[in-house]
């Protein structure tokens, strides 16, 4: 974050009628703090003030956050005019909108509308104008004491929970829902749409890391874990994502986040940006791995496998994420990390535990719009406009940054064919090398380095035994003069593999000069091919045969190696 131009100032003073194209009878201010409370009132106010010309809208900038870095930012790629918020007092707003509590709003007699920016009032953290902590959510007493303040909530039990906290805000609770929920709710239907955007491929499972904020989130106990996530599922099964707190970008910034989790992008992990894209990554989720956040008990209410590895104390009790901390299993980070998201992916509990989940956080889900836009329209004392009530709306298809795997760590191994005359079966499991290196042979293994030629390491290309070409060769000759050249440049290496462009096949060259072709493997990964004529030549089979790749749970796979011509 950071970097990109301010925002354009709002036309502001008692003059501003004169440069005006809509002459909007009320006035309403939206208070930007963070990036987390900006993001919330950006993705609903368009629903909410669709088409009304009545309404002039005006965000003001309030710097005095530990983690308003990037809230700038993020006004600009939306096109906002920002008012500085030292000159909210030059103005008379009808109404001031907020996701954030701790705001220091100025005297006046209009109303303060706060919408929570996560699931209800689930965390303690750090008083900015104390040295002790305060449930997050919860506005300031001297707010609460003018009657000003309206607090917007998704479920009774929040409501009380705010007012034993907080008795002063009697009456001004509204119970709208959670329109974040609602989009979730609405998109599930287009998960594989949303896999497809991020690049997980057909079979594949997606584990999202999901990280709060804070030393007791799940990055700051275990800033390593997508990395070792990473290194334990095998990468042509699982894709890994992480969604980390906008908190943790402002307070860090992209360069320290992409520093720590270097391993991790270099293994393909796909880092999910703060802003909006998140919830669709979550609906294409298969399990969560994650903390006491929002994003985490969004994805349990969602129906999503969960394990937590990480609970604070500063969660609070009795919340619906401490119901989801007593019945969710918790992760082993000494454990067999495979084998325990593989438990979580089959639990055939999940359903009862979701169902539970979204009854204590969320009060009749699909109608947060309407109820807030009635809400707003009230304050602002309008008529809300003609029309239908507005909805909650599929979500985009979300975006990731992440890095192209180009080299792998590489076990095999052999087994006859489950039917007589069936051939072989060679089972292979590839985890980045970036963060697992291939361990020795086993007596019933056979293990591996292998580099895309795009490798940048060249230590590791080097080591390796297989290469790989980045582009399929324009024909088999070509191939195997593209083989012939790599293996003369690196003479560690044992085997060279290319696809070829003019078919489904791709070369493998050896380094006695001999050349095979296999038939039935995804030309997108030559890698496969190898693997398997790797684990025929160790194992002494002849070059020519019929195999059975096997890729764990994935589709098995007909394989033909046949000796090229030429």
Not at 130 to 136: E, P, Y
Not at 166 to 184: I, N, Q, R
Not at 537 to 546: D, F
Request: aromatic content about 4%; charged content about 20%.
């Amino acid at each position: 974050m950071g970097g990109s131009p301010e925002p354009l100032r709002a036309l502001v003073g008692d003059d501003a009628w004169r440069w005006s194209t809509f002459r909007g009878s009320r006035t309403l201010v939206v208070a930007a703090r963070t990036v987390t409370s900006t993001v919330r009132i950006l993705e609903c106010l368009p629903a909410l003030l669709r088409g009304d010309a009545r309404v002039t809208v005006v965000f003001a900038h309030d710097p005095t956050s530990a983690f308003s870095e990037g809230v700038t930012d993020v006004l600009h790629d939306a096109g906002c005019r920002v008012l500085p918020w030292d000159r909210l007092g030059d103005i008379a707003p009808d109404l001031v909108l907020s996701a954030s509590e701790n705001i220091d709003v100025p005297d006046g007699d209009y109303p303060v509308l706060v919408l929570p920016h996560g699931v209800g009032f689930q965390k303690l953290v750090p008083d900015s104008r104390t040295s002790r902590s305060r449930l997050s959510g919860a506005v300031p007493d001297a707010l609460l004491d003018t009657g000003r303040a309206w607090l917007a909530t998704s479920h009774p039990d929040q409501e009380r929970q705010l007012l034993a906290a907080h008795p002063k805000a009697a009456g001004h609770t509204l119970p709208v829902g959670d329109p974040c929920f609602d989009e979730l709710l609405a998109s599930r239907g287009h998960a594989d749409a949303y896999k497809a955007a991020l690049g997980v491929a057909a079979g594949q499972r997606l584990v999202l890391v999901s990280s709060t904020w804070g030393p007791t989130s799940l990055l700051g106990r275990a800033p390593e874990l997508p990395a070792r996530l990473l290194a334990a599922l095998p990468c042509d099964e699982y894709r890994v994502a992480a969604v980390l707190h906008p908190n943790v970008w402002s307070a860090h910034g992209p360069w320290q986040i992409r520093t720590v989790q270097a391993a991790a992008l270099d293994a393909g992990l796909l880092l999910v940006p703060p802003v909006h894209a998140w919830r669709s990554a979550l609906v294409a989720a298969d399990a969560v791995v994650g903390d006491h956040g929002s994003v985490t008990l969004y994805g349990a209410a969602l129906g999503k496998p969960v394990l937590l590895g990480a609970y604070g104390s500063d969660a609070v009790p009795g919340t619906a994420v401490a119901h989801l901390a007593r019945t969710a299993p918790r992760l082993d980070l000494d454990g067999d990390l495979r084998a325990q998201l593989a438990a979580a992916l089959r639990e055939p509990s999940t359903a009862s535990v979701s169902a539970e989940v979204a009854r204590l956080a969320f009060a009749e889900p699909g109608r947060a719009l309407p109820r807030l836009r009635a809400a707003l329209y009230r304050l602002l004392g309008l008529p809300e406009p003609a029309g239908d009530p507005p909805s909650a709306l599929v979500l985009p298809p979300p975006r990731a940054e992440s890095r192209d795997v180009t080299s792998w760590a590489v076990t095999t191994s052999l087994t006859d064919g489950a039917l007589p005359g069936s051939g072989p079966v060679v089972d292979v499991r590839r985890t980045p090398a970036a963060v697992s290196r291939a361990d020795g042979d086993t007596a019933r293994t056979y293990t591996h380095l292998a580099c895309d030629e795009a490798e940048r390491d060249r230590r590791l290309t080097e080591s390796a035994s297989v290469l790989t070409a980045t582009c399929p060769a324009t024909s088999a000759a070509a191939a195997r003069r593209w083989a012939e050249d790599v293996l003369c440049r690196f003479p560690g290496a044992l085997l060279a593999a290319s696809a070829v462009a003019d078919g489904d096949d791709v070369l493998i060259a050896l380094r006695d000069g001999r050349s095979v072709l296999a038939t039935g493997c995804e030309v997108t990964a030559p890698g496969l091919a190898a693997a398997v004529v790797y684990t025929c030549l160790r194992a002494g089979l002849p070059l020519e045969a019929a195999v059975t790749l096997r890729l764990g749970s994935l589709p098995e796979r007909q394989v033909t190696v046949r000796r090229a011509s030429g």
